[in-house]
Nanobody, 127 residues
Framework: QVQLVESGGGLVQAGGSLRLSCAAS????????MGWFRQAPGKEREFVAA????????NYADSIKGRFTISKNNAKNTVYLQMNSLKPEDTAVYYC????????????????????WGQGTQVTVSS
Protein backbone atom coordinates (compact mmCIF):
# COMPACT_ATOMS: atom_id res chain seq x y z
CA GLN A 1 0.00 0.00 0.00
CA VAL A 2 1.05 3.55 -0.74
CA GLN A 3 -0.40 6.58 0.99
CA LEU A 4 -0.29 9.89 -0.88
CA VAL A 5 -0.71 13.32 0.68
CA GLU A 6 -0.89 16.45 -1.47
CA SER A 7 -0.02 19.93 -0.28
CA GLY A 8 0.70 23.36 -1.68
CA GLY A 9 -2.71 24.35 -2.97
CA GLY A 10 -4.27 27.71 -2.27
CA LEU A 11 -5.63 30.93 -3.69
CA VAL A 12 -3.55 32.80 -6.25
CA GLN A 13 -4.16 35.58 -8.73
CA ALA A 14 -4.11 34.93 -12.44
CA GLY A 15 -0.54 34.89 -13.72
CA GLY A 16 0.79 33.65 -10.41
CA SER A 17 2.49 30.41 -9.47
CA LEU A 18 2.00 27.52 -7.08
CA ARG A 19 3.99 24.38 -6.39
CA LEU A 20 2.09 21.29 -5.43
CA SER A 21 3.79 18.45 -3.58
CA CYS A 22 2.69 14.87 -3.16
CA ALA A 23 4.44 12.90 -0.45
CA ALA A 24 4.28 9.12 -0.52
CA SER A 25 4.58 6.77 2.40
CA UNK A 26 4.00 3.12 3.11
CA UNK A 27 6.29 1.47 0.60
CA UNK A 28 9.34 2.42 -1.34
CA UNK A 29 8.58 5.13 -3.84
CA UNK A 30 10.80 3.45 -6.37
CA UNK A 31 8.82 1.37 -8.80
CA UNK A 32 5.94 3.81 -9.09
CA UNK A 33 4.95 6.03 -11.98
CA MET A 34 3.08 9.12 -10.87
CA GLY A 35 0.41 11.37 -12.25
CA TRP A 36 -1.43 14.56 -11.47
CA PHE A 37 -5.12 14.94 -12.26
CA ARG A 38 -7.60 17.70 -11.54
CA GLN A 39 -11.34 18.09 -11.19
CA ALA A 40 -13.09 21.40 -11.62
CA PRO A 41 -16.60 21.99 -10.22
CA GLY A 42 -19.20 20.28 -12.36
CA LYS A 43 -16.62 18.59 -14.54
CA GLU A 44 -15.04 15.18 -14.76
CA ARG A 45 -11.57 14.54 -13.44
CA GLU A 46 -8.96 15.10 -16.14
CA PHE A 47 -5.34 14.24 -16.73
CA VAL A 48 -2.79 16.98 -16.09
CA ALA A 49 0.70 15.47 -16.13
CA ALA A 50 2.52 12.17 -15.71
CA UNK A 51 6.05 11.07 -14.92
CA UNK A 52 7.70 7.69 -15.26
CA UNK A 53 9.33 5.67 -12.49
CA UNK A 54 12.75 6.98 -13.54
CA UNK A 55 11.50 10.55 -13.62
CA UNK A 56 12.90 11.01 -17.12
CA UNK A 57 9.77 10.46 -19.20
CA UNK A 58 7.10 13.12 -18.92
CA ASN A 59 3.76 13.86 -20.48
CA TYR A 60 1.43 16.84 -20.21
CA ALA A 61 -2.11 17.74 -21.12
CA ASP A 62 -2.24 20.25 -23.95
CA SER A 63 -4.09 22.76 -21.77
CA ILE A 64 -1.15 23.16 -19.38
CA LYS A 65 1.81 22.41 -21.61
CA GLY A 66 4.51 25.05 -21.27
CA ARG A 67 3.09 26.33 -17.97
CA PHE A 68 3.25 23.32 -15.64
CA THR A 69 6.22 21.07 -14.85
CA ILE A 70 6.05 17.69 -13.18
CA SER A 71 9.09 16.30 -11.39
CA LYS A 72 9.88 13.41 -9.10
CA ASN A 73 12.39 12.96 -6.31
CA ASN A 74 12.61 9.28 -5.48
CA ALA A 75 14.99 9.91 -2.59
CA LYS A 76 12.37 12.12 -0.93
CA ASN A 77 9.40 10.01 -2.01
CA THR A 78 7.82 13.13 -3.44
CA VAL A 79 6.38 14.25 -6.75
CA TYR A 80 5.90 17.92 -7.58
CA LEU A 81 3.78 19.98 -9.92
CA GLN A 82 5.15 23.46 -10.54
CA MET A 83 2.36 25.62 -11.93
CA ASN A 84 3.22 28.94 -13.54
CA SER A 85 1.15 31.50 -15.44
CA LEU A 86 -1.97 30.24 -13.74
CA LYS A 87 -5.35 30.98 -15.29
CA PRO A 88 -8.82 31.02 -13.73
CA GLU A 89 -9.63 27.89 -15.72
CA ASP A 90 -6.93 26.05 -13.77
CA THR A 91 -9.14 26.26 -10.69
CA ALA A 92 -9.79 22.71 -9.52
CA VAL A 93 -9.01 20.11 -6.91
CA TYR A 94 -5.68 18.58 -7.85
CA TYR A 95 -4.98 14.92 -7.12
CA CYS A 96 -1.79 12.95 -7.33
CA UNK A 97 -1.86 9.27 -8.18
CA UNK A 98 0.60 6.36 -8.16
CA UNK A 99 0.87 3.25 -10.30
CA UNK A 100 3.10 0.30 -9.51
CA UNK A 101 5.22 -0.40 -12.57
CA UNK A 102 8.20 -2.44 -13.68
CA UNK A 103 8.91 -0.06 -16.55
CA UNK A 104 11.46 2.63 -15.87
CA UNK A 105 10.38 4.79 -18.78
CA UNK A 106 6.60 4.43 -19.02
CA UNK A 107 4.09 7.05 -17.98
CA UNK A 108 0.35 6.60 -17.78
CA UNK A 109 -2.41 8.94 -18.85
CA UNK A 110 -5.61 7.22 -17.81
CA UNK A 111 -6.92 7.60 -14.28
CA UNK A 112 -8.08 3.99 -14.36
CA UNK A 113 -4.46 2.91 -14.61
CA UNK A 114 -3.62 4.29 -11.18
CA UNK A 115 -4.19 2.32 -7.99
CA UNK A 116 -3.39 4.89 -5.33
CA TRP A 117 -4.77 8.40 -4.93
CA GLY A 118 -4.28 11.31 -2.60
CA GLN A 119 -7.11 13.25 -1.00
CA GLY A 120 -6.67 16.27 -3.26
CA THR A 121 -5.65 19.87 -2.74
CA GLN A 122 -7.69 22.88 -3.83
CA VAL A 123 -6.22 25.36 -6.27
CA THR A 124 -8.20 28.55 -6.87
CA VAL A 125 -7.07 31.12 -9.42
CA SER A 126 -8.77 34.50 -9.26
CA SER A 127 -9.11 36.78 -12.28
Amino acid sequence: QVQLVESGGGLVQAGGSLRLSCAASGRTFSGYAMGWFRQAPGKEREFVAAVSWSGRSLNYADSIKGRFTISKNNAKNTVYLQMNSLKPEDTAVYYCAAKRTYSLGSYYLGENEYSYWGQGTQVTVSS
